[in-house]
């Protein structure tokens, strides 16, 4: 060897000092958990044309809406939040990531169908956090589920 060491005091200095400032920069990458692209659909490709073709058989009813309210406060809202804006306790406390849809943003309410989120409710996202609810509520509710969930994004469900 020619004299230099290896683990010399000084290298040890200078990796200590980079590692400093690549620690910070690691953390903001993670900082905040993003929600999935909205443009992109969550049912598989084979199944969307007969999925779009799904009507929501449940008319907008103001009892309808009420129920699916409730329905939606005590089993949705830990997650998507009270006002629908995926910032629920349970998301912003084990930042969840993908962080939850954000169903008051109008635009993802002009891009997907009620068969898509019927989809979803039914089969899950698959790669988040979102099960499927249908062991939990039935066929009827999931629908009032999704008038209620057309309501939070400004649009007449």
């Not at 990796?15 to 400093?20: D, R, W």
């Not at 690549?22 to 905040?32: D, H, N, R, V």
């Not at 009620?114 to 609810?133: F, I, K, N």
Request: proline residues 9%.
């Amino acid at each position: 060897m020619n004299g230099t060491q290896i683990f010399s005091p000084n290298r040890i200095l200078a990796a200590a000092i980079l590692s400093l400032h690549l620690i910070p920069a690691a953390a903001s990458a993670q900082a905040e958990p993003r929600e999935r692209d909205i443009r992109i659909p969550r049912v598989p490709a084979d199944e969307l044309p007969r999925v779009k073709k799904l009507v929501n058989p449940i008319p907008p009813t103001a009892s309808a809406l009420r129920e699916a309210k409730e329905l939606f406060s005590r089993s949705c809202a830990a997650c998507h939040g009270a006002e629908g804006k995926g910032d629920g306790p349970v998301a912003v406390d084990n930042r969840i990531d993908p962080k939850p849809r954000n169903f008051t943003n109008p635009e993802f309410q002009r891009l997907r169908t009620d068969g898509e989120l019927y989809w979803v409710l039914t089969h899950g996202s698959h790669d988040t956090e979102m099960m499927r609810m249908d062991f939990f509520f039935t066929e009827e509710e999931l629908w009032k589920l999704i008038l209620y969930v057309r309501s939070l994004g400004g649009a007449d469900p």
